[in-house]
């Protein structure tokens, strides 16, 4: 039985769309190998937070489409979380993590070969399920340009890995690539797909835009500030493979000296190290400073609902996103 | 300098159009991330066979296509390489491959990231291409199935590795996807863009099939009969990897008795082993009959060739494909 995360609970309209696109989802990585196909199915049960279908449903119902346009709405919002998907596990294999979401990853339970073809079989799922919702391959378009982006940002990490020159113009270009690109293409496609009025379809990129960079700081920040359990994943593990976030970024760039001793034991960082480490982060105000430039970003991107056409799902709008970029989950 | 196999050095207007088709993908995949823009050209510069858009622009040269659909064409018969390329790379992290054609594979030289990403980049580039190509959201979603039945190949492959009760449907279902369906696409798309008439639009699909399958067998025998000098590759790597191909497909359903021993042994054969399995091989006349059965195909896809309307380009289709299905490299 597929269910969503309990946060869809206080949006029980956006939660009743987010189960179809969950079951068309399922429907379509039906395939005759069982452990490929439940590979995803442990993924969809594993709760994800939904974000960027739920993102793109909640545009979409800021405008004018009628109920003609459902099926499209969720094959195209289903697509979003596809993309995001077929991208964790390819991203699982690099990283060799053991969890994510609480669970075994797909690579560590099913081995390199599963997680490698249900990523590939995910995003050829992702390009089925947006020519299902669209006769214009501008869409199609706008979506291999997405993903490339997306990919851009994954590469661009990748190459800053135990780079302690990393600028926080580097972090910006990687998360804009690798994480907000897939919510401003969300926002935008729910008010395309929705047919909103041209100024929202205008706004919804800036605001996915925003809303995803506030998202993966405040990621960064909960890495260092959280526990394993409290966010059902492993902590302080960016740092041992090399990439710096947001409090180290910041970190360097005010005491490097303090903080190289400790980022040039690279892989041989100990628990104590990393202790250390983090102690330094709040000593340095490091954490507190992060807080304040993801809290500009989301700031942002509540301004901009704010100033949208009033709307009874603009309000659901809002408080998500409010809610989203001040968890501590 | 880009060239391409010397093969097409006999196919001088094939090969223009092939370099051009090179040149796109190496535009396509320019990226600021020079490590994965090179590890493509690398691919590129390796000098692959290129069949795939070779019969795409075969097709496309026995139809009613004007100059003005010359960029279309170039792009789509191009995306058949590049999805064909992103395959290969993924597959080879599978494989933990060290080389192909002549070179260290991806993984092995660059790493699994570099892997993982350079073949992720190609599937959005070889989508781009298409979407370049056609204003037909139905050729986008034909090749949405197309590239799913390449992976349930492959996955179908992986599901019967060791699998010493592998039967010949088992494997012609596997090859069918891997390998005769990218042809299958190719030669379907060339007629379709090269606005053949129907009756060519009509039989190109299950002439690129029985190219597909008898390239893969031929591909398969090759492996027990050659040395790596003259294939460029490793030898005998499918079956240590549990790999069974049509040789011992049909050797485990004549005289079962005498290769289980041999292939009981897994990733455990020694060279005298593999050199007793190949002397197996050959007693029981398995390397006999797989050729024969390959020839079949080839016969049908000959014999299909034949029957197209008379055409300058038809000469080159038959030609290429008789001397391709008979070659030792």
């Given at each position: 039985?597929?269910?969503?995360?309990?946060?869809?609970?206080?949006?029980?309209n956006v939660?009743a769309s987010l189960?179809e696109c969950?079951?068309l989802?399922?429907?379509?990585?039906?395939?005759?190998?069982?452990?490929?196909?439940?590979?995803?199915?442990?993924?969809?049960?594993?709760?994800?937070?939904?974000?960027?279908p739920?993102?793109f449903l909640l545009f979409s119902r800021l405008g004018n489409a009628t109920q003609d346009a459902h099926k499209r709405i969720t094959s195209a919002a289903a697509s979003t979380?596809?993309?995001?998907?077929?991208?964790?596990?390819?991203?699982?294999?690099?990283?060799?993590?053991?969890?994510?979401?609480?669970?075994?990853?797909?690579?560590?339970?099913?081995?390199?070969?599963?997680?490698?073809?249900?990523?590939?079989?995910?995003?050829?799922?992702?390009?089925?399920l947006l020519a299902d919702a669209t006769d214009s391959?501008?869409i199609?378009?706008?979506?291999?340009?997405?993903?490339?982006?997306?990919?851009?940002?994954?590469?661009?990490?990748?190459?800053?890995?135990?780079?302690?020159?990393?600028?926080?113009?580097?972090?910006?270009?990687?998360?804009?690539?690798?994480?907000?690109?897939?919510?401003?293409?969300s926002c935008y496609e729910g008010a395309y797909f929705g047919q909103c009025d041209?100024?929202i379809i205008?706004?919804s990129?800036?605001?996915?835009?925003?809303?995803?960079?506030?998202?993966?700081?405040?990621?960064?920040?909960?890495?260092?500030?959280?526990?394993?359990?409290?966010?059902?994943?492993?902590?302080?593990?960016?740092?041992?493979?090399?990439?710096?976030?947001?409090?180290?970024?910041?970190?360097?760039?005010?005491?490097?000296?303090?903080?190289?001793?400790?980022?040039?034991?690279?892989?041989?960082?100990?628990?104590?190290?990393?202790?250390?480490?983090?102690?330094?982060?709040?000593?340095?105000?490091?954490?507190?400073?992060?807080?304040?430039?993801?809290?500009?970003?989301?700031?942002?991107?509540?301004?901009?609902?704010?100033?949208?056409?009033?709307h009874?799902e603009?309000?659901?709008?809002?408080?998500?996103?409010?809610?989203?970029?001040?968890?501590?989950?």
């Open positions: 039985m597929v269910k969503t995360h309990p946060m869809w609970n206080d949006f029980p939660q189960l969950l079951e989802i399922i429907e379509k990585t039906t395939i005759e190998n069982k452990e490929i196909e439940q590979t995803v199915i442990d993924l969809i049960e594993s709760q994800g937070k939904l974000l960027r739920a993102y979380e596809v993309l995001h998907l077929a991208t964790l596990i390819h991203d699982d294999i690099i990283d060799e993590s053991a969890m994510r979401r609480g669970s075994e990853t797909v690579q560590s339970k099913h081995g390199k070969d599963v997680a490698v073809y249900t990523g590939d079989l995910l995003i050829s799922v992702y390009f089925e391959v501008d199609i378009q706008l979506n291999t340009q997405s993903m490339k982006r997306v990919l851009l940002g994954e590469i661009n990490q990748m190459t800053n890995v135990y780079n302690t020159d990393i600028t926080y113009e580097d972090y910006l270009k990687s998360i804009k690539g690798k994480t907000a690109q897939l919510f401003e293409l041209p100024e205008g706004q990129r800036s605001i996915g835009q925003n809303i995803g960079i506030a998202f993966q700081m405040l990621d960064d920040i909960l890495d260092y500030t959280q526990t394993p359990e409290s966010l059902s994943k492993p902590v302080l593990n960016d740092v041992k493979q090399g990439i710096y976030t947001l409090p180290i970024i910041l970190g360097l760039e005010t005491h490097k000296e303090a903080f190289l001793p400790l980022l040039k034991k690279g892989e041989q960082l100990s628990e104590s190290d990393l202790a250390a480490l983090v102690s330094l982060l709040h000593e340095t105000n490091c954490i507190e400073r992060a807080r304040e430039i993801a809290k500009s970003y989301s700031d942002k991107a509540l301004a901009s609902i704010d100033t949208l056409p009033s009874p603009k309000d659901a709008l809002y408080s998500l996103t409010k809610t989203l970029l001040t968890r501590h989950y």
